[in-house]
């Protein structure tokens, strides 16, 4: 072993924590990118320095292509060890995170993925031939699986292999960066996975680190085979184009397998820890589901054994996994011990907090937030969650005192602008809305959600009824990069209600209801503009409709000034 990185598991997130310039930073370790890169937003808190790249350079993925740029950070600390002059690409979308730990890191030599046990390890190999069995950990004899992967002509290479779906050859990249595995529309075209076939559903949309959304399926599967080891009868995410790959071999793969990957022998080896491959979703109340995709896969022999954590580090981060496997009550457990260890560790207690609040208990969610409050009164995170648990045990609670801390703690062009935004939408504080969707708009030009963040800003203004003119603009921009969205066209249906333009307004209704039928402001809006062209029958129609679906919309949107 060279270097260990403690990897936490954020839902199917792998977290490494580093440090920028001596400040915290969090990077999703991400094997399928070819270097490590920061997000916009990110580069502008920590005050890097931006640099071009060589003209022509652009980064290529599910969303779309991006032109990056360059930063180099002084000083960037990760496994404890101070690295000087690091050098990151800077572009694209916000990561969840402040950015991406890529192969230039994972990739200098063999690793070793081990996220239920919350580890990335970076090994070296001396000496072993095309024979030797690198699943060090299983025992001598135990069951593992072995998958030659593609020779890579230069570092950092990705890790590429040829996996069988449904019988069919298809070229995978392993991605740790990719939480769910997914294949591309056009493969899976190529036996019979299409959008129209039986059992398929819609599954939204995807994005990478361009500026668009690849609308997804998820349908059936029969059969996939990855080196020795074959899941049967499995559902997997489909869509989009990948290019040069057919599949993304995702975190839940990973979750579910302890991998090393040996560079100079060009292989892949791996166990299966037990649980669910491709489809690690937790039941509506909670509890998770107990069967497995994967049970045609072999158990290794000892792979459920696993030594107990001896610190609050090693607890956190086995709860963090279990949780992401759905293993709630274990890793409450988990996070409660750690708690005991370290009792004033924010991380813990943040964790704790997400877990109480997926296991829908709010109130516990609340108490660990104050306590993180306590130890730092200006934790961004802490202040909008502890508004959104409140919200939660009472629509009506006055949130404003947590989401004014948020928005005056954090930095002008931090992403968490988009969720304080949005929260001070949904509290009916418009002005402040439209304030935080600016500094957001402003920061983070090429990101996928800015057509969502200038929707938001139109329909807060609609809302209010105020710069109905700049409420268009937005409007009208992201229906350009997103047309013919219901929730796009709901809002400029609003914001042409409440300028007069009645027939605008319909037409703009009725496309959204052809995609949405139950958008009640849609029936509502629509209702009100037909009869004021006269429509009397064909607008109350409406409004009985709009008023079945949410009882108390007449009287809410009354307020806002918005009647018959």
């Not at 949005?422 to 500094?439: C, H, K, S």
């Amino acid at each position: 072993m060279i270097v260990p990185l403690p990897v936490t598991m954020s839902g199917l997130r792998p977290l490494v924590h580093a440090k920028i310039n001596g400040h915290e930073a969090v990077f999703v370790a991400d094997s399928g990118a070819w270097f490590s890169m920061i997000s916009p937003g990110s580069a502008a808190e920590y005050e890097l320095a931006l640099e071009p790249v060589p003209i022509g350079f652009r980064l290529q993925g599910v969303g779309g292509a991006v032109v990056p740029r360059l930063t180099t950070v002084k000083t960037f600390t990760i496994a404890g060890v101070p690295l000087p002059k690091v050098q990151f690409l800077v572009g694209g979308s916000e990561f969840g995170s402040v950015g991406l730990l890529g192969q230039n890191f994972l990739g200098l030599e063999d690793a070793e993925f081990d996220l239920a046990h919350g580890m990335i390890r970076l090994m070296r190999e001396h000496g072993c031939t095309s024979k030797a069995n690198l699943a060090y950990w299983a025992p001598a004899g135990g069951i593992y699986s072995e998958l030659s992967t593609e020779g890579q002509a230069a570092k950092p290479g990705h890790i590429f292999a040829s996996v069988y779906v449904n019988g069919v050859k298809l070229r995978a990249m392993f991605d740790t960066g990719a939480s769910t595995s997914f294949i591309s529309r056009a493969a899976a075209g190529r036996f019979g996975l299409k959008p129209d076939a039986p059992g398929v559903t819609p599954a939204g949309g995807s994005s990478g680190i361009g500026r668009h959304f690849v609308q997804t399926w998820i349908g059936p599967i029969q059969s996939v085979k990855i080196g020795d080891e074959e899941v049967r009868n499995t559902r997997i995410r489909f869509g989009g184009d990948l290019q040069d790959i057919d599949m993304l071999i995702g975190a839940d793969f990973f979750l579910s397998h302890h991998v090393y990957w040996a560079q100079k022998l060009d292989k892949l080896f791996f166990t299966f820890n037990g649980g669910r491959v491709f489809d690690l979703r937790d039941l509506d109340d909670g509890q998770t589901d107990a069967s497995s995709d994967a049970g045609h896969a072999p158990v290794a022999a000892g792979a459920d054994a696993e030594a107990v954590p001896t610190d609050a580090d090693g607890f956190s981060r086995r709860g963090g996994a279990r949780a992401s496997r759905g293993e709630l009550k274990e890793a409450l457990a988990d996070f409660d011990q750690a708690i005991k260890l370290a009792p004033d560790t924010i991380d813990y207690l943040r964790q704790r907090a997400q877990l109480h609040a997926q296991m829908r208990q709010p109130l516990r969610a609340v108490e660990d937030l104050e306590r993180i409050l306590k130890i730092k009164p200006d934790d961004v995170d802490a202040h909008l969650m502890r508004a959104a648990m409140r919200q939660r045990l009472d629509h009506d609670a006055d949130v404003g005192s947590d989401l004014d801390a948020a928005a005056a703690a954090a930095a002008p062009s931090s992403d968490r602008r988009f969720a304080i935004a949005a929260a001070y939408q949904e509290a009916g504080n418009y002005p402040r809305a439209i304030a935080q969707f600016d500094l957001w708009i402003a920061a983070h030009r090429d990101d996928v959600r800015r057509p969502i963040a200038l929707n938001g800003r139109c329909w807060a203004r609609a809302l209010s009824g105020t710069g109905l003119d700049l409420a268009l603009k937005d409007c009208n921009a992201a229906l350009s990069a997103m047309p013919r969205n219901p929730s796009f066209l709901d809002s400029r249906g609003l914001v042409r209600l409440r300028s007069g333009q009645y027939a605008q307004a319909i037409a703009d209704y009725d496309q959204a209801l052809a995609a949405n039928g139950k958008i009640a402001w849609s029936l509502y809006g629509r209702g009100i503009a037909k009869l004021r062209l006269g429509q009397k029958e064909a607008g109350e129609a409406d409004l009985a409709k709009a008023k079945a679906l949410e009882l108390d919309l007449p009287d809410r949107a009354k307020k806002l000034g918005v009647a018959p």
